[in-house]
């Protein structure tokens, strides 16, 4: 019998927070369900949970603030994030913070399920990945660690950065279709997860700017394309 998964669930809306809750047990999920984010947070430190899924609007401490939190603890860990607004400028801080995925209220039961299976089940491919170290320029990038590496000198990246940095390597020197990296990453190329991409390519540019022969450049219309050294790229 399989371990059942641990979902950190927390809202301060009481009566969503106990219909979610009953609903993901009843879907063989164990969630916990917090009405703010420091018990959030404090539920965190002490549980080992497989993915997290927050509220934005909570007392206390909202859900930006608790992901940060736990971000800070563990960087790997799935967030969702439970939005009432459908404001653009709060998915992309989101989006900034690491959030995997984005729910808007009113949203089904059934949604946040698929979205949640959709986020386990990529997790759980990653960790059969063949190609664990790419060599790009002077970089030495370990897929599994998820770190850069250049001049001895580490840069720990996201799991969101990771991915992405993993796609382009594989297809060093040839587009990355955008369509394909989305589906891939964020399971779904609708406009927030294309903006949230943008916000990482550019976190990427940043990371590999120590070595003037690589770079990441659009192709207009079709994607991305990462530039390295032809014989360092292995």
């Known amino acids: 019998m399989e371990e059942k998964l641990r979902i950190l669930l927390c809202e301060d809306d009481e009566n969503l927070g106990m219909l979610l809750r009953e609903y993901l047990q009843a879907k063989g999920y164990n969630a916990d369900l917090f009405a703010d984010g420091e018990s959030g947070y404090k539920a965190f430190l002490k549980g080992k949970y497989d993915i997290c899924v927050l509220d934005i609007m909570m007392p206390k401490k909202d859900g930006f603030q608790l992901a940060q939190e736990i971000r800070t603890v563990n960087s790997e860990i799935p967030i969702i994030f439970l939005t009432a607004k459908s404001l653009k400028e709060d998915i992309l801080e989101g989006f900034k913070i690491g959030a995997d995925d984005y729910i808007t209220k009113p949203f089904s039961m059934e949604e946040l399920v698929m979205r949640i ?31 850069l590496i250049a001049d001895d000198k580490p840069t720990k990246l996201t799991t969101k950065e990771s991915e992405l940095l993993s796609l382009l390597c594989a297809h060093v020197n040839e587009i990355l279709e955008r369509n394909f990296a989305l589906k891939t990453i964020w399971i779904d190329d609708n406009y927030f997860n294309a903006r949230s991409m943008d916000v990482y390519i550019t976190k990427l540019r940043k990371h590999l700017k120590a070595d003037p022969s690589i770079e990441i450049i659009n192709i207009h219309g079709k994607g991305y394309k990462l530039i390295a050294p032809e014989n360092d790229a292995q």
């Open 117 to 147: 299976e959709a986020i386990l089940r990529r997790v759980k491919g990653k960790k059969g990945k063949e190609i664990t170290m790419y060599k790009i320029g002077k970089f030495t990038f370990d897929t599994q660690k998820q770190v």
